[in-house]
């Protein structure tokens, strides 16, 4: 076998103003390491041992000067820094936060982009307009206490009943930790409730509401889905509410009563979803929700540009596209409230944030508790330089709505969306979820085998190491844009044209494939008694 040599020294940065740039080498350089020509930083020695992803200083900094990458800063120099030093947390000095007053409105007006026209995919038309990408029976669960005899339920309709309706792709059951013991009428309590109800409609489920529900709890069938709140794909009279399974009901005695019943409530549900066909639809009818976890210092050089350029394609097709996680725009509030379409939308903006800085004050978190332990060791100082990275993947479009945390997307609420949630991966899936989201598109560098399983998501690896060791995983490898292999515009073009594969069922992702997913994680800020 042929030894393949080893890369020569190579470091990536951001923006001619930057006076870091971090190291792309697989397992980083070593200490004595000489930068080559055609590198930023030519000709410096290392000084120190510096990992993948991490930042080299490419001149000496002075204590208190301000270290610059994505041309804004990200700390302030603790101590003088020589130049090819390693540049770590314990070196900088985090820069505050963004004050939200004084903040650019509506300043920056994206060219106009021409459509794109004639992308079609394979979905589900729903009766009240929206296009599912999946057919699939969810149970809903009015409390955590049911959840056990529904996982059991689930478990009997996929063996004894889902064979006999090969048009149906899955069935789920809806577990969350909401319910009972909770203030149901405090403030803030309409947030998991609107959210439990919105996840119930989810394009992909085809308008087949079904609950099951213990009794006792407060959080009654008739407040979570009220009568007449959502369309009937039945027979029966719309003021007749969720068809309702309650386990404490005295017609159940014993156990397999309860199963049996559940059962039988299924079969008519799986009859009509298992009768509807796939048809070509526009492209403008996906809902597409992007997120980022496990991330390091690349996933603001490759997965998330890429993502971002894909953003624009979907807009430019009339589709929907929502980005997220609050305390991963923060610090960079004025890159959103400049890009707003109107005032009106950068106002709605400035109010999410400032509702969850808010929130974060009563808990007493402050903003250096993001970023983890393993964006740390990827390479990532601190939330300012997250940020930067973070919020690339919404690419440049101009931001057309936002939605408050479990609100539904509206018909006509189309282009790039900010539907504001927690960073926190499965809280803001099951959040984009009840937004309406039918595809996912998740970034990674460190590494998560994230998934859910009321939608598709598509994994995105940042490094082609994390791609080549987490094969059967990862859907895309982005780490070919830093290896030289592969462009941006050609990495969100291959994405783009994957979505429409994995919309369309033409194609399962790797999650999909092993069935990988965690459980609903319903964002509750309000007190519990």
Known sequence: MTAVSPRPPLTIRMTAEDNVAIVANDGGLPQGAVLPEGVPGAGLVLRDKVPQGHKVALRDLAEGEVVLRYGVPIGYALKPIPAGSWVHERLLQMPSARALEGLPIATVKPPAAEPLAGYTFEGY?????????????????????????????????????????????????LEHSYGCGVAIDAPDANIPIRTLKNISLNPNFGGEVMVVSLGCEKLQPARLLPPGSFPITDERDPASGPETICLQDDAHVGFMSMLDDILNSARPHLERLNARKRETVPASELVVGVQCGGSDAFSGVTANPAVGFCADLLVRAGATIMFSENTEVRDAVEQLTS?????????????????????????RVDRSANTTP???????????????????KSGRSAISHVLSPGE???????????????????????????????????????????????????????RTDLARRWHDLMDINAGRIADGEATIEETGWAMFR????????????????????????????????
Not at 147 to 158: D, F, H, M, T, Y
Not at 339 to 357: F, H, K, N, Q, S
Not at 419 to 446: E, K, V, W, Y
């Open 498 to 529: 994957l979505l429409l594969d994995v919309a369309s069922g033409r194609k399962k992702t790797w999650a999909e494939h092993w069935k990988l997913h965690n459980s609903l994680v319903l964002f509750n800020p309000a007190p519990v008694t």
């Open 374 to 392: 393993g964006n740390k060791a990827g390479g990532l100082s601190n939330i300012a330089e997250k940020a930067m990275g973070s919020i690339i």
């Open 339 to 363: 890009r707003a379409a109107t005032p009106e939308v950068a106002d709605a903006i400035i109010r999410e944030l400032g509702w969850y800085d808010r929130y974060l004050d009563r808990g």
């Open 408 to 462: 539904k997307l509206r018909q006509d609420q189309r282009g790039l969306v900010y539907a504001a949630t927690p960073a926190s991966d499965f809280i803001c899936g099951t959040l984009q979820l009840a937004a309406g989201m039918n595809l996912h598109i998740f970034t990674t560098g460190r590494g998560t085998p994230y998934g859910l399983a009321e939608c598709p998501v598509v994994k995105v690896a940042t």
């Open 125 to 173: 038309r729903n009766k009240d307009g929206s296009v599912g990408t999946r057919n699939i029976l969810a149970i809903t669960t009015t409390v955590q206490c049911v959840a056990g005899v529904v996982a059991q339920a689930v478990a009997r309709i996929k063996a004894e009943l889902l064979p006999q309706y090969p048009n149906v792709d899955d069935v789920i059951g």
